[in-house]
């Protein structure tokens, strides 16, 4: 499967951007579809996971309450809406797609094979 990811761009402090990536086919409803983001200190950090079937959700702690992870059916496509950003915020964000992980590993980049390019965020402060 191929993902296109879209969205980033530079934003101020406080602002918001909303990340999409579109899969070439979802070719199980099994899949899980995440989002990660690469910095200078990180490789690969967990932002958001999303289960196709059923909508389940999982977000990384500094996430929660600002970020939210959505799915368009119909159109193939994954959204992470992030609000409040932060310098800290600032990254490469990845979006990744992958049939049949389990709970406990939606957070481990090593369990998905199928990863779009990656979009740059930039806050500033």
């Known amino acids: 499967v191929q993902l296109q990811a879209s969205g980033g761009g530079t934003v101020q402090a406080g602002g918001s951007l909303r990340l999409s990536c579109t899969a070439s086919e979802i070719a199980s409803g099994r899949f899980v579809m995440a989002w990660f983001r690469r910095t200078p200190e990180k490789e690969r950090e967990f932002v958001a996971a999303?289960?196709?079937?059923?909508?389940?959700?999982y977000y990384t702690d500094s996430a929660k309450g600002r970020f939210t992870i959505s799915r368009d059916n119909a159109k193939n496509t994954v959204y992470l809406q992030m609000i409040s950003l932060s310098p800290e915020d600032t990254a490469v964000y990845y979006c990744a797609a992958q049939a049949g992980i389990i709970t406990s590993s939606t957070g481990d980049p090593r369990a998905y094979k199928n990863w779009g390019q990656g979009t740059q965020v930039t806050v500033s402060s």
């Open positions: 999303i289960r196709w079937n059923g909508g389940t959700t």
